[in-house]
């Protein structure tokens, strides 16, 4: 009897380990497919490859129809996932090998992150994400150069991303460095002054004031800044974000909590 209890337990301790649990609905994430799956076929700059779909909303490009999360749902993903990281409550699924042989045949992330290229804001982390969930397009301080752009273009035509989050971060270095080059100084370098040049406009009206505390409203308006430039750099993703197909949502990543605050 007794050696039963312990078999008893011990099964029970590792399905609590294996499984994804969470106390709350505000916590919560799965990774099971629809109910309802069909497969179409996806065409690729390395050819076509078939991949489940449960939702295939017409693309404008083209191309052929894909998986496409609500924007809603896969911000609330997001937010949800980032309530995990602050009580340090990862989900455990998500990362096996089972998902990278699934992977491995195709991708369908529900959301596009441009954030910085700051070590300590990495999105899969802050989110707490998993293989194949979120496409992420990192540069300093959030510049939006050609291949940026042209990333999150690919995101969104090709793999039916409609989720974008603009994530900048508190005591941003190429925010500060922009800050600090207001005044026509030099930034170090010929690419740093164009990174810092990109900046300047959004952090325009802070010259001569002094620096709000961890730069956190200069971090905001360099977000703010971002956003009206995609649409401005981009036709395709303008055109999307006009029509409602795509969502673009404002976040502010604070280092001192782990807390992302989304405008």
């Given amino acids: 009897m007794k050696n039963s209890k312990h078999l008893i337990l011990s099964l029970l301790l590792v399905l609590t380990s294996s499984c994804a649990y969470f106390d709350t609905e505000e916590e919560s994430q799965s990774v099971t497919p629809p109910a309802e799956v069909k497969t179409v076929t996806v065409a690729t700059p390395h050819g076509t490859h078939s991949q489940p779909t449960a939702h295939a909303p017409s693309h404008s490009s083209g191309h052929a129809e894909v998986h496409s999360t609500e924007p809603a749902q896969a911000l609330q993903w997001l937010k949800n996932g980032n309530t995990r990281f602050k009580k340090s409550r990862f989900r455990n699924d998500g990362a096996t090998q089972k998902d990278v042989a699934r992977l491995s045949k195709g991708q369908t992330p529900h959301s596009i992150v441009l954030s910085c290229s700051d070590s300590r804001v990495p999105p899969e982390v802050v989110f707490d994400q998993k ?3 979120i496409f992420t397009v990192r540069t300093a301080g959030q510049v939006i150069e050609p291949s940026a752009i042209a990333s999150m ?6 793999l039916g991303s409609r989720n974008l989050v603009v994530m900048g971060h508190t005591n941003c270095g190429a925010v500060k460095a922009a800050f600090g080059t207001l005044d026509g100084a030099d930034a170090g370098s010929e690419n740093l002054n164009k990174l810092v040049h990109d900046i300047h406009p959004r952090i325009e009206k802070f010259k001569g004031a002094q620096p709000s505390e961890h730069f956190e409203k200069e971090g ?4 703010q800044g971002v956003i009206q430039d995609i649409s401005a750099r981009s036709k395709i993703l303008g055109a999307k974000i006009k ?3 795509i969502k673009i949502n404002a976040a502010l990543y604070h280092l001192d909590t782990g807390v992302v605050e989304f405008q």
């Avoid at 273009?153 to 090709?158: F, I, L, S, T």
């Avoid at 905001?220 to 977000?223: E, K, L, M, R, Y």
Wanted: net charge negative; aromatic share 12%; glycine share 12%.
């Fill in 131 to 133: 293989l194949g969930e």
């Fill in 153 to 158: 273009e690919y995101a969104v035509e090709h």
């Fill in 220 to 223: 905001w308006a360099n977000v």
């Fill in 243 to 245: 029509s409602g197909e």
